[in-house]
């Protein structure tokens, strides 16, 4: 048996504010349990649902150095679905009323405080890791302190890292001084061919040059953080450990998102029965949303952050112009108050066509997926994507920019083969935006047998974790030997 601990900052169901965390609440329990014994160790935030929060069960305690006290470490533990989780509680930290605050220092010093506390509890929990896979720079420390202060003990020996990139925008860069002194790490480390970037110290720069290997969530995105547009600064040594970085797409809970069996949508369906079951979804959630109900017009969805990084901008620029189309935009989504306001003024201004609900809601974004009938994502870059997968599951065909997982996962259609599960553009454009929506517009309005084959080949893809998780599960057998 060979033991995987996952390490992050959120997971499903416990708590979620992305795809991270659909990835490493699904990851796990696709991993084959007869050789492998997978873990999660995730942060006891104070905002959990209480149904999650009642699930945990003290298990014991200690107090650790950190910064200039002795803090308090809790462990919990939960079992769901057949994956162990545990919990690391410390009320100072992850008290609030969110997991995120926007105030850098105090993240870089709660994530450090979980990192180290991660590692801290290993002994306590007797679980060996043959390999902790870390993900995102929250836990970027990891790979560091492993090399640092836990090497002298023989717990901590022949324990290999993975670093996994779900998003190389967030590092968790602050100044050297201040991060010196909360880590506990000294001078040597903050060389530029360590933790130093740019003058900075950098988390998540850390996790890449001290793990043993990198990966990142699709193929694509592989490649283009290895260029300055997409490398975030760090594509330098992204090529620099070019062998031992490589991407492998993610996939999503196939049970969680099954457009036949969901609990949250109005009427369920199938891959054989979507030509007249999906549209009752769409007329009960224009009903549910006030939109006018019609079952012709077409229904764009849109579930996402709302960041520069998925493409709003562009949104901004045409959807006056996007608005005189024949067409129904529905939103959801939280996020820069720029795009908020642009979506409550859209709803406003257009409120028979548009509705922009300007919160988080897993419900709704279920109903969302099953009643649209396209997806619009045209993000600036886009590691992997999961909303696109999740469309593609509910028969809503997917409008995307041809960039990371998207690239990887919609398969552009062409109407000269009939081939094809979604529709994309290249260049980082409103009017290439445009035009291409309006080209689904064409195909969806006047060559209905067309549209509905482009659904036929997107349910019939698999983006389930089978594939992926043996591409992992290959990885940790080749790491650990
Ligand atoms: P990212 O991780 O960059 O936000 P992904 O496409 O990988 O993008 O994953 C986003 C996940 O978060 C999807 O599961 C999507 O359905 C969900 N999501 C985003 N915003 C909301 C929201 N406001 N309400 C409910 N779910 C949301
Ligand atoms: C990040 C990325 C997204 C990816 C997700 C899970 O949040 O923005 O593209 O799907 O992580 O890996």
Redesign the pocket.
Known sequence: MKNILFVASEGVPFIKT???A?VVGSLPKCIDKKYFDIRVILPKYTCMKPEFKEMLTFKQNFYMDFHWKNAYVGILEAEYEGIKFYFIDNEGYFGGMRPYCDDPLWEIEKFAFFSKAALSALPLIGFKPDIIHCHDWQTGLIPVYLKERFAGNDFFKGIKTIMTIH?LKFQGKWSIKDVKEITGLSDYYFTPDKLEAYKDANLLKGGIVFADAITTVSETYAEEIKTQFYGEGLDGLLNSRANDLRGIVNGIDYKDFNPETDPFIEKKYNARDFRKEKVKNKLKLQEELGLKKDANTMMIGI???LTD?KGFDLIAYVMDELCRDNIQIVV???GEERYENMFRHFDWKYSDKVSGNI????PL?HKIYAACDAFLMPSLFEP????QL?ALRYGTVPIVRETGGLKDTVEPYNEYESTGTGFSFLNYNAHEMLGTVRYAEHIYYDKKREWNKIIDRGMSRDFSWYTSAAKYQAMYDWMIG
Request: proline letters at 0%.
């Open positions: 992305g795809g991270l659909d998003n579930v996402s952050r990084q959801l989504g939280t919160y988080y809601s897993e974004s992997c994507g999961l909303s999740m």
